[in-house]
């Protein structure tokens, strides 16, 4: 982007004071944090932080799994943080993982502040602005906080790292490599980054010793690529059964990237998750318009950044549709996989402030997308698309604490419906029995049982319970559920008593729904009880009269029978 001055108007100083890009940092900082606070205030493991890395580091010590591939290739970071993990206690570890995956995302807006990227964007208020679209940009709430999808923000420090100036300091450049090296190793991004480090070092004229530095990054970029591409190669990646075998079609093809790219960075993903026009033909002419404008942009000025992020993003959704793993109805969703199109959305969103600020006669033209994703976008999809599920962490690890040693308990985690992560317990029992120190209510409360149902009736190996119950006994707000099966409890997931998946939070008024998903082996064939205590605020609970519903077997299949 241009540092030119406009004439009349003195030129911008090319860097701040550190008190200033501290002080910026910091509003950032706390503007993403802001974002999605309950990540922090009531954390919990996402998907694959919890059923994978915390696992395993869990189960086989925190060295063991660093080498194990996940999905195809080696994921060190996550690795790393699960090691360290176990240095805590349980009842930390959601926070541990938050505030680390956290960290990594904040890295690149110090990049982005940095004097050091002068040579990109010379103008520190452009630097300023361009790290505060990196913070506030749409369609992102599956890369916020979690340790799982950090690689694509290492990807996009990656990139950063590779334009930036050469470091003074000898501890910077160690520091940086190493960094570097870790991004590498985390996720396949280095296979894709490997063309951007040579073009990199092959156009260095910056002297001796930048060319030399260059060098050195292309050279770990190249060691990290042959490590990822061996391990791709001999390692089977997961596939989806569902995955449609003729592929996409092209209209759906088109509907997906103009959906996912154009219209839910610019008008937000939150926006989108109702938008029945997205497949029309005018929407599909619009977005594929949008995107073919901001192609043409970073192709006529020949941005280095724009080229490299559109190279990056491009080949990510290539990939992904290419080898998908799931089904075509969920790639149809707005909703489904931002972070496949994360890369996707930062290039739209700084193509856009590129077309802006450059000026000319193609800011018009950009004009009303621009307007669009500050008025409409980043307003609309500030505050995190809700799919984080009150798991109740806390009362887990309560509960799993008092198990025997050797015994596995069956733990849900987020996003919603994301399969429960069953860990395996290796410590001796300890601590006091879950409701200890908490005051009994007496009193009844209105509920119901719902009809256990097998969440895969062609494999019934996990069973669905789900309760509701009024939000309040006796004026005291229900803070969480154990639905307790044989006695045993297992803390239930809470939200409002609505079908599907709701974006506003909790239900303030209706009543409140429960539910746990529990392996048949923790209980088997036979008749059964199934109990729900209530847990309120002020340390009190309340026990619900049980119910007995039994699992049968008929010829070929399983029976569950409805609580009488």
């Known amino acids: 982007m241009s540092g030119t001055a406009p004439e009349g108007k003195a030129a911008a100083p090319a860097a701040w004071s550190w008190r200033a890009v501290a002080g910026v940092f910091v509003l950032l900082a706390l503007v993403l944090f802001l974002r999605e606070p309950q990540r922090f205030l009531n954390a919990q493991l996402w998907a694959e932080d919890g059923s994978v890395f915390f696992k395993q580091a ?68 452009l630097r300023a602005l361009a790290a505060a679209l990196y913070v506030l940009v749409p369609n992102s709430y599956e890369t916020f906080a979690n340790v799982s999808n950090s690689q694509w923000h290492l990807c996009f420090l990656a990139l950063l790292i590779l334009f930036a100036e050469r470091p003074g300091a000898v501890i910077l450049r160690v520091a940086e490599g190493a960094l570097l090296g870790l991004a590498m190793l985390t996720g396949p991004f280095s296979i894709l980054l490997l063309p951007c480090a040579a073009l990199n070092a092959w156009q260095s004229k910056d002297g001796a010793e930048a060319r030399r530095w260059r060098l050195v990054q292309a050279g770990v970029c190249v060691l990290g690529a042959a490590v990822q591409a061996f391990v791709v190669l001999s390692t089977e990646r997961l596939t989806s059964a569902a995955a449609p075998p003729g592929g996409l079609t092209l209209r759906e093809i088109l509907q997906i990237v103009s959906t996912h790219v154009f219209f839910n960075t610019v008008l937000g993903i939150e926006y989108m998750f109702d938008a029945g026009w997205a497949g029309k033909a005018a929407a599909l002419l619009a977005g594929w318009g949008g995107i073919a404008f901001l192609v043409a942009v970073a192709v006529r000025w020949r941005h280095r950044a724009l080229l490299s992020l559109l190279y990056l993003a491009s080949a990510v959704i290539l990939l992904s549709l290419l080898f998908p793993l799931n089904t075509r109805t969920e790639w149809l969703k707005p909703s489904f996989g931002p972070r496949y199109y994360y890369l996707a959305s930062l290039f739209v969103a700084y193509a856009l402030l590129f077309v802006v600020v450059r000026g ?131 803390p239930a997931t809470v939200g409002p008593w609505r079908a599907g998946l709701t974006r506003s939070g909790r239900d303030d008024e209706g009543p409140l729904r429960f539910e746990r998903e529990v392996p048949l082996r923790d209980f088997g064939l036979g008749d059964h009880r199934i109990g729900l205590v209530l847990l309120t605020a002020g340390g009190a609970y309340t026990r619900l009269p049980e119910r007995i519903f039994r699992v049968g077997a008929e010829p070929g299949r399983l029976i569950l029978g409805v609580p009488e």
């Open 58 to 125: 869990y189960e086989q010590g925190a060295l063991r799994p660093l080498l194990t591939p996940a999905s195809g290739y080696l994921h060190t970071f996550p690795r790393l943080v699960a090691g360290l993990a176990q240095l805590f206690p349980l009842e930390t570890v959601p926070l541990v993982f938050a505030l680390a995956a956290f960290a990594i995302q904040l890295l690149p807006v110090l990049y982005l502040l940095s004097a050091r990227l002068h040579g990109l964007l010379p103008d520190p208020r």
């Open 360 to 490: 000319g006669r193609w800011r018009w033209a950009g004009m009303p997308a621009a307007l669009a994703l500050l008025v409409v976008g980043i307003p609309v999809d500030f505050r995190h698309y809700a799919l984080m599920p009150d798991t109740r962490w806390r009362d887990q690890m309560a509960v799993f604490e008092t198990l025997a040693q050797g015994e596995s308990f069956s733990i849900p985690l987020p996003p919603y419906r994301y399969p429960a992560m069953t860990l395996r317990k290796k410590t001796p029992p300890r601590g006091d029995a879950p409701l200890h120190g908490r005051r009994e209510l007496p009193g009844d409360v209105h509920h119901a049982f719902q009809r256990p149902v097998f969440t895969d009736p062609r494999n019934p190996s996990i069973v669905r319970f789900t309760a509701w119950a009024a939000n309040a006994i006796g004026g005291r707000r229900i803070e969480g559920a154990w639905i307790a099966i044989d006695g045993r409890p297992y």
